[in-house]
Structure formats: structure tokens, C-alpha cells
């Protein structure tokens, strides 16, 4: 229900879309993660404004997340901005990184 909420959310630009990615990542962790990334970010049918309100889900999961889940966000965004690097300012500010994140340096921690 929440996964099928994002898409109507994403594919009509509704405001409440950062909520739904949110609760998507805290029930389903890891794999909402990917649903994300791989169902939404990586699917070339979303704009900037919502690329942005997507990576601010995840920095605010990221932020809050306990050590795995925190990792595998890092990982994960880090993988979309090297492969699609039209993300990499979005993530910069999202992820409040400023001139320091590097998608080179994931390591985990």
C-alpha cells in the first residue's frame, strides 16, 4: 500500500511524496531503499524537484537510520550519483555533505 501510494505520489507530483518514501524505507528498510532508488530515481520518468524531494527521504533516513540501513542508504545513493551523475548536487545538499561527499568514498562504517 505505501510503495503503490509512492508511485501515485511520484507520478503526479503530490507534496506529501517525501512522507510515503519515508514510511516506505522505516517498514521496509533496505529493500524500500531500493524501491526508491531502482523503481523511481533510476527509471528516467521523474523531474528534478522530485529527484530532490526522493534524496531528502533518504538523507532524512540516512541521518536517523541505525548503522546498516544508514550504510546501505550511503551505498546505495553513492551508486546512483556515479551512475547517474545529474543527482550528485541534489545528494550534495541533501545529504549535507557541501564540498566534502565524494560517491568514491562509501566505505562502511
Do not use: C
Not at 531503499?33 to 532524512?60: C, M, P, Q, Y
Not at 536517523?64 to 545513493?77: D, K, M, Q, Y
Request: aromatic residues 6%; glycine residues 12%; charged residues 20%.
Amino acid at each position: 500500500m505505501i510503495a503503490s501510494g509512492l508511485a501515485v505520489a511520484v507520478g503526479n507530483d503530490i507534496p506529501f511524496m517525501g512522507a510515503y518514501a519515508t514510511a516506505l524505507i522505516e517498514l521496509e528498510g533496505a529493500a524500500g531503499v531500493g524501491r526508491i532508488i531502482n523503481g523511481h530515481l533510476k527509471s528516467g520518468r521523474i523531474d528534478a524537484l522530485t529527484g530532490e524531494r526522493l534524496l531528502e527521504a533518504l538523507a532524512l533516513q540516512q541521518k536517523t537510520a541505525a548503522g546498516p540501513l544508514r550504510n546501505t542508504i550511503t551505498r546505495e545513493v553513492a551508486t546512483l550519483v556515479r551512475e547517474e551523475p545529474l543527482f550528485a548536487g541534489a545528494a550534495a545538499r541533501q545529504f549535507g555533505y557541501g564540498g566534502r561527499w565524494r560517491p568514491d568514498r562509501t566505505a562502511d562504517r
